[in-house]
């Protein structure tokens, strides 16, 4: 019971700076690209509180994947709507891919065995949350950051015929996951696995934590 306590007091807030880098990220590109709607509307800050989606959140609390509340882009206030959003899009994946190779590096070279096991656990956290946030919104699918970069590189046609195709993709999701969730029947994970495990260990690899692995 002690160790799942504190397992859950690192974990939220490994999770909460996660989202907030993510979010802030989307926000800060799409200003510096023409369009200040997150700042407008309060998103263009590093709050947690203005990123949270109950859902998305809980879903993070239980496994290695989950999302935030979306920063408002008005993507026809960008310079070039159709190559901006693609940046955009990127910031949020990249900004956790990024954090997660600054907690490895500040962990490898700062506190590797000279910190307790609970702190060792806070950044065992902050790394794998950033590398599930970062891999989840890469996927090509609406409404993750990954279906805006697709988007981004078809025309008005394509992109059209490519948003009907996906229309049924999140409630889809949404099933998948609460079934996983709820009767642990790992229908999501089946699906993912083969993308996900090379993911985690080319990253893991790069930020000179393949002991995380367990191998």
């Known amino acids: 019971m002690e ?12 999770i909460l700076i996660a989202l907030t880098v993510h979010e ?13 709607t997150a700042k407008r509307m ?24 989950g999302w935030a509340k979306p920063v408002p882009v008005n993507f026809v ?21 990024l954090f997660g190779w600054l907690f490895s590096t500040v962990y490898l070279n700062l506190f590797h065995g000279h910190v307790s096991g609970y702190a060792q656990l ?3 956290y902050l790394i794998m949350i950033n590398i599930g946030l970062s891999f ?8 993750l950051d990954g279906s805006n970069i697709v988007r981004g ?11 009907h195709a996906m229309r049924f993709v ?15 029947f790992p229908a999501f994970s089946y699906l993912l696995n083969p993308l996900w495990s090379p993911y985690q260990r080319l990253l893991l690899e790069f930020y000179g934590m393949k002991a995380l692995l367990g191998s």
């Open 3 to 14: 160790g799942l306590l504190f397992t859950f007091l690192f974990r939220v807030p490994a």
């Open 24 to 36: 802030f990220a989307h926000g800060w590109v799409a200003m510096k690209l023409g369009d200040d």
């Open 42 to 65: 309060g998103r263009l800050t590093l709050n947690p509180l203005s990123h949270l989606d109950l859902f998305g959140t809980v879903m993070l609390l239980f496994g290695p994947f």
């Open 77 to 97: 206030r960008l310079g070039n709507p159709k190559r901006d959003m693609i940046w955009v899009a990127l910031a949020g994946p990249m900004s956790n891919i």
């Open 122 to 124: 806070f950044f065992v």
């Open 136 to 143: 989840f919104n890469l996927l090509p699918l609406p409404p």
């Open 153 to 163: 590189f078809l025309s008005q046609e394509k992109e059209f015929r490519f948003m």
């Open 170 to 184: 999140p409630m889809i999701f949404i099933a998948l996951l609460s079934i996983e969730w709820i009767f642990k």
